[in-house]
């Protein structure tokens, strides 16, 4: 099953994705389906043309409480706390904030140094834009990122469609009128420009009437669906590949780094390569940050989650192949200790259904020997 081909069916399949429409293929565990965009879009734009919008950090909670799909969402009394709030929730459903500078613009045109906030912002030290767009990287669909411009001075939210990776767009999501709830920005000078406007004016206002020096930092939250909630995140559906930072990729016998690498009949360890094609079995932990996977061969085993990349699809043909990497036929080879006990509770099943599996009329097994295992 070669990677190169199903990448370009996906591919294919992606180009025709519109925001009503489901999925075609998404990173299971960052990218929100275009249901749950689309409900959080038609409040912000309602709120913002109603007349009598609330207010920036009322708006966000509402919003965000719509994208999880859940109106009992604890949430804070500030942008920050609220991501702090989604940070600590389980499942964890936002990352550890990421912070852009601004630099002031000296009397010779040469930009210094502004982390305190004590002098005008007037340039980003780094691209807010590239952070987004940057982050989520090659995974087709909708990333959602909490966003505090000046250290919390307001509450927003980034919605990046990169439904088409040649062409990502990025919508600012607040109560403003003037923006319409949902104001598209095409492109990196369109959205640093206006994260850089706003944050000179509001510096500059506050400075010239109260003297206070605001910080102007600005913090990017990346938000993460629950996949109890998101209707386009389904276990059943999810393919991927080993990540490049670790490959070749040991299997473990159990959800933690505790449990032993899993070893063939020669004692070697058994391991996913860069590239190759796996499904998911299972998720475990606070964080889901254990997987079971299986392998093309029916081998299966545990890793952590950030060694991974998840997509899912609603696509028949590469269903299909999903469907076949669960249901191949699963085997265990036989090491040095076990028994048909140790194995039938480590496997999660039963002696006597390892016998009838595999003709065995007695509970003499061999090192070296294959024993089918049964599905589910």
Not at 255 to 267: E, N, S, W, Y
Request: some cysteine; aromatic content about 8%.
């Amino acid at each position: 099953m070669k990677t190169s081909a199903l990448t370009a069916l996906l591919a294919l399949a992606a180009a025709s994705l519109t925001l009503a429409q489901t999925p075609v293929i998404r990173r299971a565990d960052r990218t929100f389906s275009p249901e749950r965009i689309e409900a959080m879009r038609t409040y912000y734009q309602a709120n913002a043309t109603s007349g009598n919008p609330t207010d920036c950090l009322v708006t966000l909670n509402r919003g965000l409480k719509i994208l999880f799909d859940n109106p009992d969402l604890k949430l804070g009394d500030s942008v920050d706390r609220t991501m702090a709030a989604l940070r600590n929730a389980r499942p964890m459903r936002a990352d550890n904030f990421r912070t852009r500078h601004f630099l002031n613009e000296a009397p010779d045109g040469s930009f210094r140094s502004n982390r305190g906030g004590v002098l005008q912002p007037d340039k980003l030290e780094r691209s807010v834009w590239d952070y987004v767009v940057g982050t989520a990287g090659p995974n087709v669909g909708y990333s959602v990122f909490g966003c505090s411009p000046m250290d919390g001075y307001h509450s927003v939210l980034l919605v990046l469609d990169n439904t088409d990776l040649d062409a990502p767009k990025v919508y600012w999501a607040d109560q403003w009128s003037t923006k319409g709830g949902w104001k598209l920005y095409p492109n990196k000078e369109a959205l640093d420009g206006e994260i850089t406007r706003l944050t000179h004016g509001w510096w500059k206002s506050k400075f010239e009437s109260t003297g206070q020096r605001f910080k102007t930092r600005c913090r990017l939250y990346q938000l993460i669906p629950d996949a109890a909630t998101d209707p386009g995140y389904n276990l059943a559906t999810v393919i991927g590949t080993p990540r490049l930072n670790k490959a070749p990729l040991p299997l473990r016998e159990g959800p933690r780094m505790t449990f032993p690498v899993k070893r063939t009949a020669a004692g070697e360890p058994v391991v996913a390569y860069l590239g190759d094609q796996f499904a998911v079995l299972e998720r475990v932990g606070d964080k889901n940050q254990f997987v079971n996977l299986i392998l093309p061969d029916g081998t299966t085993g545990w890793v952590p989650s950030w060694y991974l990349s998840f997509e899912s699809s609603d696509d028949p043909a590469v269903a299909g192949l999903i469907d076949q990497l669960q249901n191949a036929p699963k085997t265990y080879t036989v090491v040095s200790g076990d028994s048909l006990s140790k194995i039938a509770k480590a496997k999660g099943t039963t002696v006597t259904a390892l016998k009838a599996l595999n003709g065995l009329s007695g509970d003499l097994i061999l090192v070296g020997q294959v024993l089918h295992l049964p599905q589910g």
